[in-house]
């Protein structure tokens, strides 16, 4: 098992910056990905952004690229989400996600943290 907390979500404005955090823990040793998603309201959730936990490789969407960081910290078993440039519909709940090494699918999520963007 793998639990995730993330934090620092909140409210700004257009064109306003966050960065969202997701602390791991548990059996880290398990895992291979840690992903961020998002869910607006009435729509699905969505990838936003992913990182390798060994490698520190990276993939973003199409929709965040330029403007969101996805990077990792293991001594502290926390992957960040920096948002730069947000705008009203980069509000969402947003997600951490754990894929681990046995499955190819994101297996423990978090709870979710509400980023508001307000134009």
């Known amino acids: 098992q793998v639990q995730l907390v993330e934090s620092g979500g909140g409210s700004v404005q257009a064109g306003g910056s966050l960065r969202l955090s997701c602390v791991a823990s548990g059996r880290i040793f398990s895992i291979s990905r840690v992903g961020w998603f998002r869910q607006a309201p009435g729509k699905e959730r969505e990838f936003v952004a992913a990182i390798t936990w060994s490698g520190g490789m990276t993939s973003y969407a199409d929709s965040v690229k330029g403007r969101f960081t996805v990077s990792g910290d293991k001594a502290r078993n926390t992957v960040y989400l920096q948002m730069n440039n947000l705008n009203p519909e980069d509000t969402a709940v947003y997600y951490c996600?754990?894929?681990?090494?046995?499955?190819?699918?994101?297996?423990?999520w978090g709870q979710g943290t509400q980023v508001t963007v307000s134009s």
């Open positions: 996600a754990v894929r681990p090494l046995t499955v190819s699918r994101y297996d423990y």
